[in-house]
């Protein structure tokens, strides 16, 4: 049974402007014809959603009036012409679209094979409106079903009627069919296909930028973010010091062209270890190497005074000072001092420093070069004999906070499952130090990394501190007691690097400080991989309801509404990463990439969306 239509046409166009005085005047103009024609602001029931009624209206017209111009294919219409492309395309298989082209504009590639009516033509052949008139044929009464049926209530019965011959009697005509009250269960309503297109685009997009991530613009992205929320954290205090000092040691004989003087070094240790600071870790390479320790034995003088001092000699003091066993030093209480190694940081334990007993004093000087943001507080080499080497400013930190008989500063509890620790594998070709030469020629090592809060360091490089070449730092006061003390070349470091809050290189022994600061008083968290997902996925799932409840309403003034929820959402986006990193010193490393992965979302929706609804509804329409 041949379909049964309820308009002649269904005229589809943009609200507002040229398009829309364009439609009116078109309805009159067929409608003075007499053509029963639909269009959305008068026909569309009101307290119906606008895009079944429009599924409706394509429906039951013989055919569909796109008036075309640049204004039509905007980003708002998309589900639109989703709707027309699946109507017609699916239901019945007749080419029922006709393109009214009325500005030229460059049409998708479903629309494209159609001639259409041109009304940009000056001198046509048959004007554009008789066009339409030829294809709709001479015009035919048509009852129009209601759009609420009246129910339970009876027709009228018949008047009597004389009797007639069969030859002249009326035949007896069915009515025809109501629509049914329900779709089709072959076809979608346009709110469901455009919630299940918006879920198939953030499907594609999550995995797009799952895959950047592990790219060098991956990595640029998590700079940015991290630029854009570092610079969020509270100024220093400057009533407050912070509890780190630099101790610069550029003026101490040595260095890269020769062993740094241990005499210079364990005056410097004894000096400071006076003032009782939490702990002092001496941040220059003193481990071993291929040919044993670079000072391998004291040397005096005649007068019996020492000239070089050797390395065994310098731990041993190093240990004693940590003890506070020393009789004939003023200070009694213990400082605990910790001694670089980078050189046998892949060795077992006993080489780090080439005996065993000292292997409590060595501490790693190890980062990862390339990226700052974050240090690592262990390092280890795999293997059956293994244990972790602590970084300098892991060990700093937890000598700091166990003379508060307190741990390490977290996160809140409820917040603790979300946040992680992130370890890394890393290999000799990244390069990742802070001092020294290549990484040693090793199958791998692990390492765990914490982010780094540099927004201190210029309070920690005012107040670093100098010494002599004999060691002497001069009258120290109280400038390093209970604080942290890193001893380290400043003014002449050969390890600066490249931190992506400074324009300048920033000496190695500052990055340390920062960190030990971090680890030990201010703490950066960031999300597990699974939350930052999942937070993705809640976030472009707003946008996605948003949009597709919006679309409930007319045609959203141009687009206009559809551009603010987009921008809202964008905006929402940003303040939130902000608001992490402000109150709860969280890093939301996603939330760049979120937001410019929203601000694609309608681009790419609006060009495959079209592709996809009618794929969908074809696949629907095979498993029915």
């Known amino acids: 049974m ?34 029963k024609i639909a269009i959305d602001k008068r026909d569309f029931a009101p307290n119906l959603p606008f895009l079944d009624e429009m599924e409706r209206c394509v429906k039951e ?14 980003s708002g219409n998309t589900t639109q012409e989703s709707v027309i492309r699946v109507v017609l395309d699916m239901n019945d298989r007749e080419h029922r679209l006709i393109p009214l082209i009325i500005e ?11 001639t259409g009516i041109d009304y940009t033509e000056h001198d046509p052949l048959l004007p554009p409106l008789e066009k339409i008139k030829k294809v709709f044929g001479t015009p035919k009464t048509t009852t ?59 499907g594609v997009l999550l995995a797009f930028k799952m895959i950047i991530d592990h790219t060098p613009v991956g990595h640029r992205l998590d700079l940015l973010a991290y630029q854009v929320l570092h610079g969020q954290f509270a100024p220093f205090d400057t009533a407050k010091r912070p509890p780190v000092v630099v101790v610069d040691t550029s003026n101490i004989p040595g260095g890269k062209d020769a062993p740094t003087s241990r005499l210079s070094l364990q005056h410097l240790v004894d000096a400071i270890a006076e003032k009782t600071p939490r702990a002092i870790a001496i941040d220059i390479d003193l481990s071993p190497d291929e040919n044993g320790w670079k000072v391998k034995k004291t040397v005096r003088d005649a007068q019996g005074h020492i000239t070089t001092l050797g390395d065994p000699d310098f731990f041993d003091h190093c240990l004693l000072v940590g ?13 605990t001092i910790y001694v670089g190694v980078y050189r046998t940081i892949a060795e077992p334990p006993e080489s780090w420093l ?18 700052l943001t974050r240090m690592p507080q262990w390092v280890m080499r795999p293997g059956e004999h293994s244990e972790r080497l602590r970084t300098l400013s ?88 209970d604080r942290m003390v890193i001893l380290g070349d400043i003014a002449s470091a050969t390890d600066k690097f490249n931190l992506p809050v400074r324009s300048e290189p920033v000496p190695g022994a500052l990055v340390q400080a920062c960190a030990a600061l971090t680890f030990a008083t201010d703490p950066v968290y960031e999300f597990k991989t699974s939350v930052q997902i999942g937070l993705d996925i809640i976030v472009s799932g707003l946008l996605i309801w948003l949009l597709a409840r919006d679309d409930q309403e007319e045609d959203s003034e141009d687009g206009k509404k559809q551009s603010r929820i987009l921008v809202c959402t964008i905006l929402g986006v940003l303040i939130v990463g902000i608001v992490l990193v402000r109150w709860l010193y969280i890093m939301w490393f996603d939330f760049i990439a979120v937001a410019i992965a929203l601000g694609f979302h309608p681009v790419l929706e609006r060009r495959i969306g079209p592709w996809l609804g009618e794929h969908i509804q074809r696949m629907l329409h095979r498993s029915r």
């Open 354 to 371: 080439g005996l065993d007993k000292y292997k409590d004093l060595a501490v790693a000087l190890i980062g990862r070069k390339e990226d």
């Open 144 to 202: 129009i079903t209601p759009l609420i049926q009246e129910a339970d209530i009876a027709p009228p019965p018949p008047e009597p009627v004389a009797s007639q011959p069969d030859h002249v009697r009326e035949p007896d005509i069915d009515p025809p069919p109501s629509e049914p009250a329900e779709p089709r269960p072959d076809h979608l309503s346009a709110k469901t296909l455009r919630i299940i297109i918006g879920i198939i685009v953030t």
């Open 323 to 335: 003890q506070g066993r020393r009789e004939d030093l003023s200070y009694k209480q213990p400082v």
């Open 104 to 114: 030229n504009v460059a049409r998708p590639t479903w629309m494209f094979a159609l």
């Open 394 to 481: 892991a060990a700093l930190s937890k000598s700091y906070v166990q003379k508060e008989e307190r741990g390490l500063p977290g996160p809140p509890g409820w917040l603790e499952w979300m946040l992680t620790v992130m370890p890394y594998q890393i290999t000799p070709t990244q390069q990742d130090v802070i001092s020294g030469s290549q990484l040693p020629a090793v199958s791998g090592f692990e390492y765990a990394s914490s982010l780094v809060n540099f927004s201190k360091l210029e309070e920690i490089e005012r107040e670093d501190l100098s010494c002599t070449s004999d060691g002497d730092p001069g009258d120290l006061g109280d400038k390093i007691t």
């Open 2 to 35: 041949p379909p049964i239509y309820q308009y002649d046409a269904f005229i589809s166009y943009r609200h507002g402007g040229e398009d829309e005085e364009f439609a009116r005047i078109l309805l009159g103009d067929l409608e003075t014809a007499g053509y």
């Open 61 to 74: 017209s013989r055919y569909t009036l796109a008036v075309i111009s640049p204004r039509y294919f905007e």
